[in-house]
């Protein structure tokens, strides 16, 4: 699954403690036990990522990394973290974009965590150019190109990780936000909020293969594990597309709730495929799929608003970032019922789990 990578060296984030003034260094830092893997959230509005322990359940660290972090992901061998960093303001739907302030261009960019080797006193060690107002993105499998969404402009850029630059951009939809590669790598999808599509692009050749209707606002995709199937969600229908990922067409769609009263948002698959996780945005809850039978199999109340999720890696908890409430909300999937929440950033917006 995209949100998880396998990683070492996890021990450094005791670097950024965020322990009470006070406390022995040696109790809140140093003698923490090491978790099997660590959940980092974006906090968009306080422009800083939370490193989250697991079993502890509670902030370990706090990274600022700039302007309205939003999508965030890990390099393959998960030793590096990336952070998608835009300097241009909120726009949610129905503002007049000519009352907004300038946009900061300058804040735009890819910003870069190393976990392994340390995370600079708590500062990203780089940024790397990205193109204008990245939102989402993700990696090739081998972990040198970045899939960029540059949202203001209607493009999605190709990043050499190496060069930290741009080395070639395709038009796709109207305000493209989700950014998904394929489990076999050849390709990515790109959600395209405006124009309800998806556009398929070639990794290899750095050109569109096809751009699929989908349904209002799609806003996230991920695959199931064969690459054969992927689902798209719609947040102005209350739906999931079940898309064809081989032959980029539609094939079915899985209803979960009223348009306007059930927003779906971000999709997280298990590790066998058998399930997908749809948070809902102001819906509240997360409904959960049977992925054999295309079906809403039940539904989790989870926070005010939960947005970006990711799986942990036996599958059993799920971390969901609900931005009004400044928290992450973690659920047991099993017993399909909130464990915890904990108090993070101002606005968490994405989730990554990094073992």
Not at 24 to 41: I, T
Not at 272 to 281: E, F, I, L, P, Q
Not at 302 to 310: C, H, K, Q, S, Y
Request: aromatic share 4%; charged share 25%; glycine share 10%.
């Amino acid at each position: 699954m995209k949100r998880i990578a396998a990683a070492v060296g996890v021990m450094v984030m005791a670097a950024c403690s965020t322990a009470p003034v006070g406390k022995k260094k040696a109790e809140s830092e140093q003698e923490r036990p090491k978790p099997p893997y660590v959940v980092y959230a974006t906090n968009e509005n306080s422009g800083d990522v939370s490193a989250i322990d697991p079993v502890a359940m509670e902030v370990m660290a706090t990274i600022p990394v700039g302007k309205r972090p939003r999508g965030i992901h890990a390099s393959p061998d998960g030793k590096l973290v990336y952070v998608a960093l835009s300097g241009s303001p909120p726009a949610p739907p129905g503002v007049d974009e000519s009352t907004l302030p300038p946009a900061d261009k300058s804040a735009d960019g890819i910003g870069v965590i190393d976990v392994a080797q340390g995370v600079a006193q708590g500062k990203v060690a780089r940024v790397i150019k990205s193109g204008s107002d990245p939102e989402e993105f993700d990696l090739s499998k081998d972990g040198a190109q970045i899939f960029v969404s540059n949202e203001d402009v209607g493009k999605a850029s190709f990043v050499d990780v190496a060069a930290g630059n741009v080395t070639a951009s395709v038009t796709v939809g109207e305000e493209p936000e989700g950014v998904t590669t394929s489990p076999d790598g050849t390709f990515f999808y790109v959600t395209s909020e405006d124009d309800g599509t998806i556009t398929a692009v070639d990794v290899a050749g750095k050109k569109v293969i096809k751009s699929v209707k989908v349904g209002r606002r799609p806003r996230s995709v991920a695959f199931l594990p064969d690459g054969k199937r992927a689902y798209v969600t719609n947040e102005n229908d209350g739906f999931v597309s079940v898309v064809d990922a081989v032959a980029h067409k539609v094939v079915g769609k899985v209803v979960l709730g009223k348009p306007g009263v059930i927003k779906p948002m971000d999709v997280a698959v298990s590790s066998d495929g058998s399930k997908a996780y749809v948070s809902t945005g102001r819906g509240g809850k997360v409904f959960i799929v049977d992925t054999a039978k295309n079906a809403v199999e039940g539904e989790i109340e989870v926070g005010a608003r939960p947005w970006g999720i990711a799986l942990s890696p036996d599958g059993k908890l799920l971390f969901a970032a609900d931005g009004p409430s400044n928290a992450v909300v973690v659920v047991d999937v099993v017993a399909k019922k909130v464990v915890k929440s904990i108090p993070v950033g101002t606005g968490p917006w994405g989730v990554l789990v990094v073992r």
